[in-house]
């Protein structure tokens, strides 16, 4: 949405307002005045006019416009109905220099998940990713991947699911009596892709998918659904909370690491991490900025584990 479509929007929401008024206001004809509310309406925005003037009654339910007005954080959103993998896009544009940039879908065709691996998202969950040009170093940018997590883990809590984070990107619903390694059903994943060069990030892409309102038929096994815990969610303030606690603490590693300590369900945990170099095992004692797991073997040596496959251990 631009920002003159935007800023009529902001007007009729206030309103009424006449158009010669709003034309008036943003140095705009009256005719533009005419297209932009023509062009909400077709958004979905239930704008009606009246001898008073515009005004706003009705916001839609979904979509890019919808979740950009009233957002509290930098982003403009562009929305599929059905999309191959919103990760794609999202470097698709990266690659035309854009930033603060969100790609979100109802459904992905093509997802997929760490490593590869295959990823349900069909119609009904929250799948976006967001382009971003941070002013990090490279060895920081995993801080934004437990960034992600936070807000994941507070959207879903904020809509009644006691969701928690299973090291480094899983968002679950625990329990303590799982029989399954993750120590509870999956809600949320995030995946993050980076380009950069010269001890610098060119962009980041923080792709999430969570499991909002899709029926436990279109789950695999060990996942859950928001709709499967507390019914369905609204999903436009979802997004707009995630994406508001996620722009809080994008731009600083040691919050989003301690937030992360708070939610985790992996810290104090019997561990197992299978990393390219073999396998760690022991308690999970601590996450270090910017996002290392440290593991105490059974050997009494603490290991800092930056990146790998978590297991979480029934206890010895």
Not at 66 to 80: N, Q
Not at 247 to 268: C, F, I, K, Q, Y
Request: glycine share 10%; hydrophobic share 40%; proline share 5%.
């Amino acid at each position: 949405m631009n920002d003159t479509r935007r800023a009529v929007l902001d007007a009729v929401a206030d309103g009424p307002i006449r158009g010669p008024e709003l034309a008036d206001r943003l140095a705009i004809s009256r005719n533009a005045v005419w297209k932009h509310v023509e062009a909400l309406r077709d958004a979905g925005f239930e704008i009606e006019s009246g001898d008073d003037g515009y005004r706003l009654d009705g916001v839609p339910e979904y979509g890019g416009p919808a979740v950009e007005f009233g957002l509290d954080a930098p982003f403009s959103v562009e929305y599929h109905d059905a999309i191959g993998s919103t990760n794609d896009r999202a470097r698709e544009l990266a690659g035309e220099g854009a930033d603060d940039a969100v790609v979100l879908a109802d459904e992905q065709t093509g997802s997929r998940g760490r490593l590869d691996r295959e990823w349900s998202a069909p119609a009904g969950g929250v799948w976006l990713s967001a382009v971003l040009r941070p002013d990090l170093p490279p060895a920081h940018a995993p801080a934004l991947t437990l960034a992600a997590a936070v807000a994941t883990t507070d959207a879903a809590r904020e809509a009644g699911v006691p969701a928690e984070i299973k090291w480094p990107n899983d968002v679950l619903v625990t329990d303590a009596n799982a029989e399954t390694a993750r120590g509870g059903k999956k809600l949320a994943g995030i995946l993050t892709e980076m380009e950069g060069e010269a001890g610098r990030v060119s962009w980041v892409v923080v792709g999430v998918g969570v499991n909002a309102n899709v029926p436990a038929d279109s789950l695999p096994e060990d996942a859950t659904s928001v709709r499967e815990e507390v019914g369905d969610v609204d999903r436009r303030a979802f997004v707009q909370r995630l994406l508001e606690r996620f722009d809080d603490l994008r731009a600083d590693p040691e919050a989003a690491v301690e937030a992360w300590r708070d939610r985790s369900a992996t810290l104090g945990q019997r561990v197992r991490v299978e990393t390219a170099t073999g396998e760690v095992v022991g308690e999970a004692v601590d996450v270090a900025v910017p996002g290392a797991l440290v593991v105490e073997t059974d050997d009494d040596e603490r290991v800092r584990v930056h990146a790998g496959d978590c297991e979480h251990l029934r206890p010895v």
